[in-house]
């Protein structure tokens, strides 16, 4: 049974940084590929990121582009959110997703992923 553990969130300033991990278990960590949605209270569940199997391919939704970094250490089944630059309405809880059926493409529909985390809280303060 995959397992995903978000750590790392709490509160912050607006121009702040926070790196959020999420830890995986199991399962083949290296089987799947990973992505961070968020939501904001009284909006909808958003996708940020993505990474594949080896890491060598990230995405980013365009609210966080060049200021967040996804990353993977598939040594330690552990994926990462690096945080810079954060502003208030980056405030949401942040959600680890795992995708053990993907083929090809950015998935970007929560759909697309097999297995969610229950989430980091993230603040940010103006």
């Known amino acids: 049974q995959v397992r995903l553990v978000e750590s790392g969130g709490g509160l912050v300033q607006a121009g702040g940084s926070l790196r959020l991990s999420c830890l995986f278990s199991?399962?083949?960590?290296?089987?799947?590929?990973m992505g961070w949605f968020r939501q904001a209270p009284g909006k909808k569940r958003e996708w940020i990121s993505f990474i594949n199997r080896s890491g060598s391919i990230t995405n980013y939704a365009d609210s966080v582009n060049g200021r967040f970094t996804i990353a993977r250490d598939n040594a330690k089944n552990t994926v990462y959110l690096q945080m810079n630059g954060l502003k208030p309405e980056d405030t949401a809880l942040y959600y680890c997703?795992?995708?053990?059926?993907?083929?090809?493409?950015?998935?970007?529909?929560?759909?697309?992923?097999?297995?969610w985390g229950s989430g980091t809280q993230v603040t940010v303060s103006s």
């Open positions: 997703t795992a995708d053990g059926q993907y083929i090809a493409g950015v998935p970007t529909a929560e759909l697309q992923y097999d297995h």
């Open positions: 199991g399962g083949t960590f290296s089987r799947y590929v």
